[in-house]
C-alpha cells in the first residue's frame, strides 16, 4: 500500500510544555466506568490523538475484537495505553514509546496474534499497512534480576515501540525489591506505579483517560505523589526514591511533602543499600544527569539527604565520609556556567563535545569525594585507581571512560591548581610555551579530556573557598571566577588548546636513524624532548634542532650512541673513491638508506683491497646482528667491483649459500634488517647478472619470501630484484618442477604432516570431517606454525607463479597449505591466508573446485570468518579479514554453473544472510566495517539478480538505517557504497519494487539521506571532504534516476503524493527534477 510520503520526511518534534493539554476537551468528570473497564470509580478526561496513533489505536482495537471473535481469551480483550506516555501526551511532551497493557492475556500472544493479523491482505489494506511499518517481534523473557518481572514483547509499528504487558498486582517480600506477579485490574495495576502521574491509562475502547489514583490532579498542581503510603512503597521498592527524583525533575514538579518525610527515611536509606543493585542506581543517575534538568536533579539528592546513599562504595566499610554540607556550591556553580556557551566564556572554552555536559554534571555530583585522600594502604599499587574512582566505579558502575575521567580529574588537579595559581601571580614560567604544551598532554591522556579535568578543578576550589554560589553573583565569586577566566585566557594567548594533536616532527624511527643507533626504551622520552622542542619553537620545520636538544640530554635519556650519522650526502660531491665505484655497479639494486649507509662505511671501502672477499664472508658469518648491514654492504659492494674472471662458480656458489643462510631473515628485533634483505639480493644479482651464476634450490626458495614489497622483512626494490632472479633462473619446465617438487613437496609437505581433519593425508576432501578438529594442543605441535612467516610468503608466491594446469594436476599439494593458513588463531595470518587462496581460486578450475568437493571445504572454513568483528575482533583486524573473506565466497559461486543455478543461489543466500546482514547486525556502529558489507552486498545483489526479490525487505530495511542515519554522512563513502548497493537492488529487482509500497519507502530513504547531505553542504563541516560530499551528491541524483525510470513509461506507477513533498520541501526539487508535474 502506497502511504502518504509526508511520514517519509523529518518531522519537527513538538516543543514540551508543562502546562496539560486539557484546554480544548471538556472539564473532568466523574464517571462510573464501561462495562468493558474495572467496577471501581474513578477520574476521566479525553486527549486528541495523532494520525499515527489514531492509526495504531484502530489496528490494535480490530485485533482485540479477532482475539474475541477466536475465543482466544477468558472475557472481552480490554487494551489501554499505560504510564509514561500518557502522562507525556498530557503535557504536550512527544513520545514514541507506548507500553500497551492487556487485561485478560499476556503480553506475548497478543502480540503474536497482532503480527499474524497484521500480515493479512485484508488488513494491510484496511489499515494501510506498509513493508517498513511493522517491524520484528522481540520476546523479553522474565528477568527479575534486571527489574523484568514478566514476559514482555516489544514490536515497532508505525514508527513507535509498543510493549505489551498485562495488567498486574504486585507481592513484595521483606528482602527484595522483585515483587512476586500476577494478573491484576487496571486499579490495582495503577496502585501498584511510582507515582500517580504515571499511573494514568488510556482506555482504546472508551477513547478516554482513566485516573484511579489522582493523577490528573497532582499533574495539574505539579506534584509527584506515590499511589500507595510513601513509607510502604519504598521499602517495598527503594529505586523508587531515585525513580521519583528523576521525574521531579525532568517534569519540573515538586515532591510532595509527605512522600519527601520518607523518602530518606534511615530504614528506605537501608533497604536502598541492601535490596537494589548499584547498576540499576547508575541508570537512573545517567538518566537523571543525561536530562534537561540535571541541577534540579542534583539539588533534590541534595536536599532529601540521598548523597551518602548513592554516591558510595557498598562493598567496603568503614569509608571516610566526605563533606556536602555546601555541595550545592558545585552544583550550582555548573549550572551558572552552562548558561553562558560563548567562545571566550569559561563553559565555551570547557565543555565542547556532545557528551562533555553528562561528564561534568557527573564531576560536579562527585566533587565531595575529590577533596578526600585515600586511606592509607600500604598493598596500593600507584596506578590503582584514587577512591573517588572506586565510587563512581562501585557506587554507581560508572562506564570505563567516565570513571578514567574521574580519575584523571582527582590524579592532575594538584597539577592545574598550581599552574591557575602562576597565572594569577604572574610568575615569569607562565611565559614557557612548552610548559602549558605538554601538561596540557600529559592530562589528555588517556582519557582525552583535559577541558573537563580543568573544570573539576575549577568546581572543587569553588567548593573549598566558597561558602555558597548566589544566582545574583557576588564579588567573591566575580573575583573567584576573574582568576580562571585569566587561567583559561593565558592558555588562548600562547596557543595550546589544541596541544594534543600536535604531531612530532619526526617519529621514533628517524630520530634513531639521526642519532646513528636503533629505538630502545629511551625513544618515548626523547619524542617527548622533541615536541617540548617544537612547542618553544611553533611553525619550525627543520628538525635539526630538536635533535640537536635530545643529543645535549643523550646521557639523561640514556641512548647508546655508537657513531655519528652522516644526513644527505651528495654522491657527486665525493672524490672518485672505491664507494663511487662500488655504486655504479649497485646502482638500481640499493635504497636510498641503503646507499646513504654505503657513503658511511666509505672509509673501509678505501682499503678494501687490504680484505679479501674470505675476510669479509667471515665477519658476515660471525657477525651481530648490529653488524649484519654493514658487512653485507661490504660484500655487495666488493662482489660489484670484481672482474668476471676473479671467481669461479663453485666459489660463487658457496658466498651465495653463506649469504642466503646469515642475510635472508623475516624476522628480527633490531631496525633496519629488511636492508640487510635488500643487501644480500643484490649481491645475488651481481653474482648471476655479472658472473653468469646458476643459483641452487635453496637460495631460491629463500628468495620467494623476499618477492611481496608489503613484507616488513624486504623492501620494494629487493623484491622487484628477487623476483626478476627468480624468473631469470626458473624457466618453461623448471619452473614447473620447482614449485611441484621444491616448494611443495620438500618444503611445505613436511611442515603440515597433521593437516586438517577437513582433509585426507593425500591432500583429498575427507568425507568423515570432525566438527571441531582444532584442539589447542593439536594446534601447538603442528611444525609449521614456528616458520609462519615463511610458509605465508614462499606459498603466496607457489600459487602467483602457477598455472591453471599445474594446479588441475597437482591441487591436493595446496590444500594442507591453504587451509592450515586460514584457520590459523591470528587474524593477520588468516587474512593472508584468504587472500593466497582467492588468487589459488581464480586459478584453479571450476570443473577440479565442483567436482572434487575443495569447493565445499574452502566456503566452511570461510563463512565463520564473516563474523570476525567488534568486540570479539579489535575494529582494525575486521576491516582487513572481511573483504578477502567475502571475496572467496564470491569466486566460490561463481565457479557453481551459471546464474541460475539452484547451488549458485544457495550459496549466495547464505553470503547474504549469514554474512551481511548479520555482520549489519552485529556491527551497525563501526562506518568503515558497514563499508565493506555495502561493497559486498552490491556484489552478492548484482550476481543474485531477480532472485534478490526474495530478500527485499531486509536489504530495504538495513540499507535505510545506515542511510537516513543523520551522522552517518560525517563519513561519505559508506553512504556512497550503500547507496550503489540500492541502486543495484532497484535495477535487479524492480518488478517487485513496483509492489508493496518498496518505491515510497526507497524514495523516503533517498530523500531523508538527500537533506542531510544539503545541511551538511549548508554548514560547511570541515571535518567531511567535500570532494566526498559532491560524490555523495551526484550518487543520490543516479539513484533518484534509476527511481523514476520505473514510472517514466507508465504515469499511474508514479506514487500519489511524491509532488505535495516536492512542495513541501523544495530543497528535494534536486533530486527529483522530473517529479513536479
Known amino acids: 500500500m502506497k502511504r502518504n510520503l509526508d511520514s517519509f520526511l523529518k518531522e519537527q518534534p513538538s516543543l514540551p510544555s508543562n502546562s496539560l493539554a486539557l484546554s480544548t476537551v471538556p472539564p473532568q468528570k466523574v464517571h462510573l466506568t464501561s ?32 482475539i474475541d471473535d477466536a475465543g482466544q481469551a477468558s472475557e472481552p480483550i480490554v487494551l489501554r495505553w499505560a504510564g509514561g506516555w500518557v502522562r507525556d501526551k498530557l503535557l504536550n511532551i512527544q513520545s514514541h514509546d507506548i507500553d500497551v497493557a492487556i487485561n485478560a492475556m499476556t503480553g506475548v500472544p497478543f502480540a503474536q496474534a497482532m503480527c499474524d493479523y497484521c500480515e493479512g491482505p485484508e488488513a494491510m489494506a484496511k489499515h494501510n499497512i506498509g513493508p517498513a511499518d511493522i517491524g520484528n517481534l522481540h520476546n523479553v523473557a522474565r528477568n527479575p534480576e534486571k527489574s523484568k518481572h514478566l514476559e514482555t514483547a516489544m514490536v515497532k509499528m508505525f514508527g513507535l515501540d509498543l510493549d505489551f504487558v498485562n495488567l498486574r498486582k504486585e507481592t513484595y517480600t521483606e528482602d527484595s525489591r522483585n515483587p512476586q506477579m500476577e494478573f491484576g485490574t487496571a486499579e490495582e495495576d495503577a496502585r501498584r506505579r511510582d507515582a500517580t502521574v504515571n499511573a494514568l491509562f488510556y482506555n482504546l475502547h472508551d477513547d478516554c483517560v482513566e485516573d484511579f489514583t489522582g493523577g490528573l490532579t497532582d499533574m495539574d498542581a505539579k506534584i509527584i505523589r506515590t499511589p500507595l503510603e510513601p513509607f510502604q512503597t519504598f521499602t517495598d521498592d527503594p529505586l523508587r526514591v531515585l525513580r521519583l527524583v528523576r521525574f521531579a525533575s525532568r517534569l519540573q514538579f515538586t515532591i510532595d511533602a509527605n512522600t519527601r518525610k520518607f523518602m530518606a527515611d534511615p530504614k528506605v536509606l537501608e533497604a536502598l543499600r541492601v535490596k537494589i543493585s548499584r547498576e540499576r542506581v547508575g541508570v537512573e543517575l545517567e538518566k537523571m544527569l543525561k536530562g534537561a534538568h540535571p541541577y534540579q536533579a542534583l539539588e533534590f539528592i541534595d536536599n532529601l539527604h540521598l548523597f551518602h546513599a548513592i554516591f558510595t562504595d557498598p562493598t567496603q566499610e568503614n569509608l571516610p565520609s566526605p563533606d556536602v554540607s555546601r555541595w550545592s556550591v558545585a552544583y550550582t556553580c555548573l549550572d551558572e556556567l552552562l548558561k553562558d556557551q560563548s567562545s571566550t566564556s569559561v563553559a565555551g572554552r570547557l565543555i565542547t563535545s556532545g557528551d562533555a555536559p553528562y ?13 578526600v585522600e585515600d586511606p592509607p594502604n600500604p598493598r596500593k599499587k600507584p596506578s590503582s585507581p584514587p577512591l573517588v574512582a572506586t565510587i563512581s566505579r562501585e557506587g554507581f558502575k560508572a562506564p570505563n571512560r567516565l570513571s578514567d575521567i574521574v580519575a584523571a580529574a582527582h590524579r592532575h588537579r594538584e597539577e592545574i591548581m598550581e599552574l591557575k595559581d602562576a597565572v594569577c601571580n604572574e610568575k615569569l614560567s607562565v611565559q614557557e610555551r612548552d610548559r602549558f604544551g605538554m601538561a596540557i598532554r600529559k592530562w589528555d591522556s588517556p582519557a582525552g579530556t583535559w577541558r573537563l579535568q580543568i573544570l573539576n578543578a575549577l568546581l572543587v576550589e569553588a567548593l573549598e573557598t566558597l561558602p555558597e554560589w548566589r544566582r545574583d553573583g557576588s564579588e567573591k565569586q566575580e573575583i573567584f571566577l576573574a582568576g580562571w577566566t585569566s587561567f583559561l585566557d593565558h592558555m588562548a594567548k600562547l596557543d595550546v588548546y589544541e596541544a594534543p594533536s600536535l604531531k612530532a616532527i619526526l617519529n621514533g624511527r628517524q630520530l634513531a636513524q639521526a642519532l646513528g643507533t636503533k629505538p630502545g626504551k ?41 657513531q655519528s650519522y652522516l644526513h644527505f650526502r651528495i654522491l657527486s660531491d665525493m672524490p672518485e673513491t672505491a664507494s663511487d665505484l662500488a655504486l655504479g655497479g649497485l646502482h638500481g639494486l640499493l635504497s636510498p638508506q641503503n646507499i646513504a649507509r654505503l657513503h658511511e662505511i666509505s672509509d673501509n671501502l678505501e682499503h678494501s683491497s687490504g680484505r679479501t672477499l674470505e675476510d669479509k664472508l667471515s665477519s658476515l658469518v660471525a657477525s651481530k646482528n648490529d653488524d649484519l648491514l654493514q658487512t653485507a654492504l661490504a660484500i655487495a659492494s666488493h662482489l660489484s667491483l670484481m672482474g668476471d674472471a676473479e671467481m669461479n662458480n663453485p666459489e660463487l656458489e658457496s658466498i651465495a649459500r653463506i649469504i642466503c643462510e646469515r642475510a635472508i631473515r623475516l624476522e628480527g628485533d633490531e631496525e633496519g634488517f629488511e636492508l640487510v634483505t635488500e643487501a644480500a639480493v643484490a649481491s645475488f644479482s651481481i653474482m648471476c647478472l655479472g658472473h653468469s651464476l646458476t643459483l641452487d634450490e635453496q637460495v631460491l626458495l629463500k628468495l620467494t619470501a623476499v618477492t611481496d614489497p608489503e613484507d616488513p622483512w624486504t623492501t620494494a626494490i629487493a623484491a622487484k630484484s628477487a623476483s626478476k632472479l627468480l624468473a631469470d633462473q626458473l624457466v618453461a619446465q623448471r619452473l ?11 618444503f611445505l609437505k613436511p611442515l603440515f604432516v597433521r593437516s586438517s581433519s577437513r582433509i585426507t593425508a593425500s591432500g583429498r576432501p575427507s568425507q568423515y570431517a570432525a566438527i571441531n578438529d582444532r584442539l589447542p ?10 616458520q609462519v612467516a615463511w610458509v605465508e610468503a614462499t606459498m603466496q608466491w607457489a600459487v602467483r607463479m602457477s598455472t591453471e594446469l599445474l594446479i588441475q594436476d597437482h591441487w591436493p599439494l595446496f590444500m594442507p597449505v591453504l587451509l592450515g593458513l586460514v584457520e590459523h588463531e ?3 595470518v588468516k587474512t593472508r591466508g584468504l587472500k593466497i587462496l582467492h588468487l589459488f581460486l581464480s586459478k584453479c578450475p571450476d570443473k577440479v573446485l565442483q567436482n572434487t568437493g575443495i569447493g565445499r571445504v574452502f566456503a566452511d572454513i570461510t563463512f565463520p570468518l564473516l563474523l570476525s568483528l567488534p568486540s570479539v575482533t579489535p575494529e582494525v583486524q575486521s576491516i582487513g579479514i572481511l573483504a578477502p573473506a567475502y571475496d572467496v565466497l564470491m569466486k566460490l559461486a561463481e565457479s557453481i554453473g551459471s546464474s541460475d543455478d ?4 544457495r550459496l549466495l543466500d547464505k553470503i547474504l544472510r549469514d554474512g551481511i546482514l548479520a555482520g549489519h547486525f552485529h556491527a551497525s556502529q563501526h562506518t568503515r566495517i558497514i563499508h565493506i558489507l555495502m561493497q559486498q552486498t552490491t556484489a552478492v545483489v548484482n550476481s543474485l539478480g531477480i532472485y534478490t526479490t526474495k530478500h527485499l525487505t531486509p536489504l530495504l530495511s538495513m540499507i535505510s538505517s545506515i542511510m537516513t542515519d543523520p551522522f552517518a554522512v560525517s563519513y561519505p563513502p559508506t553512504v556512497i557504497a550503500a547507496t550503489q548497493a540500492l541502486d543495484a537492488i532497484i535495477a535487479n529487482a524492480w518488478p517487485r519494487i513496483q509492489e508493496g509500497g518498496h518505491v515510497e519507502n526507497i524514495i523516503r530513504i533517498i530523500s531523508l539521506c538527500w537533506l542531510s547531505v544539503s545541511e551538511e553542504i549548508e554548514h560547511n563541516v570541515a571535518e567531511v571532504s567535500g570532494h566526498d560530499i559532491k560524490g555523495l551528491s551526484w550518487q543520490l541524483k543516479h539513484t533518484a534516476k534509476i527511481l523514476e525510470a520505473l514510472w517514466v513509461q507508465n504515469a499511474s506507477r508514479r506514487p500519489a503524493k511524491l509532488d505535495e513533498v516536492l512542495e513541501q520541501e523544495p530543497r528535494l526539487a534536486k533530486l527529483f527534477p522530473l517529479g513536479l508535474a
Request: no cysteine; glycine share 4%.
Open 826 to 828: 591470528s587474524i593477520e
Open 522 to 562: 629511551w625513544t618515548g622520552q626523547a619524542l617527548e624532548v622533541v615536541l617540548a622542542w617544537q612547542f618553544r619553537n611553533p611553525g619550525e620545520t627543520d628538525p635539526a634542532g630538536a635533535i640537536k636538544e635530545v643529543q645535549e640530554q643523550r646521557k639523561e635519556l640514556g641512548i647508546p650512541l655508537r
Open 902 to 905: 539452484t547451488g549458485r543461489r
Open 35 to 66: 462495562s468493558r473497564s474495572s467496577k471501581s470509580t474513578m477520574v476521566t478526561t479525553t486527549i486528541q490523538l495523532n494520525p499515527k496513533e489514531q492509526q495504531l489505536r484502530h489496528l490494535l482495537l480490530d485485533v482485540a475484537k479477532a
Open 736 to 746: 614447473t618442477d620447482f614449485i611441484v617438487s621444491t616448494v611443495l613437496q620438500d
Open 777 to 786: 594442543s593439536f594446534t601447538e605441535e603442528q611444525p609449521w606454525k614456528s
Open 359 to 371: 561528564f561534568a554534571w557527573n564531576l560536579a555530583a562527585l566533587s565531595p569525594w575529590m577533596m
